[in-house]
C-alpha cells in the first residue's frame, strides 16, 4: 500500500557530509510520523532521528547536532542531512513512515528498503 525509496547512501570519508531521501508513494491518506532508523553489521536496528506530525523531533545523542532530519510534506518526502560523519556512523539505513492509508484509513508502519552508508578513510 505504500512505498518508500531511499537514495543518497554510499562512501564518504571520515568528516565529509551525505544527504539520505525517502520518498513514500502509494495510498496515502496522511504521514503522521517520518524517521530514520539505522543497523550497524552484528548490531541490533537503533533510532537515528524521527519528525512526527505537528510533534518534537527525536535524535539519538550519537548523532545530535550532526544530523539534521527534514520533511517536504508536499512530495511525501523525508531527508537526513548528515554532516561530520565518523566510521562509526558505517551503518544501513532505513527510512519509516507512519502513513494512514485509504481505503482502511488505519495507520500502519512502513519500512524502505535500506540504503548503505559506509564512512571510511
Known amino acids: 500500500q505504500v512505498q518508500l525509496v531511499e537514495s543518497g547512501g554510499g562512501l564518504v570519508q571520515p568528516g565529509g557530509s551525505l544527504r539520505l531521501s525517502c520518498a513514500a508513494s502509494?495510498?496515502?491518506?496522511?504521514?503522521?510520523?517520518m524517521g530514520w532508523y539505522r543497523q550497524a553489521p552484528g548490531k541490533q536496528r537503533e533510532l537515528v532521528a524521527h519528525m512526527p506530525d505537528g510533534g518534537s523531533t527525536t535524535y539519538a545523542d550519537s548523532v545530535r547536532g550532526r544530523f539534521t532530519i527534514s520533511r517536504e510534506n508536499t512530495k511525501n518526502t523525508v531527508y537526513l542531512q548528515m554532516n561530520s560523519l565518523k566510521p562509526e556512523d558505517t551503518a544501513v539505513y532505513y527510512c519509516?513512515?507512519?502513513?494512514?492509508?485509504?481505503?482502511?484509513?488505519?495507520?500502519?508502519?512502513?519500512w524502505g528498503q535500506g540504503t548503505q552508508v559506509t564512512v571510511s578513510s
Open positions: 502509494g495510498s496515502i491518506f496522511s504521514i503522521r510520523a
Open positions: 519509516t513512515v507512519v502513513a494512514i492509508t485509504t481505503p482502511s484509513l488505519r495507520a500502519a508502519n512502513y
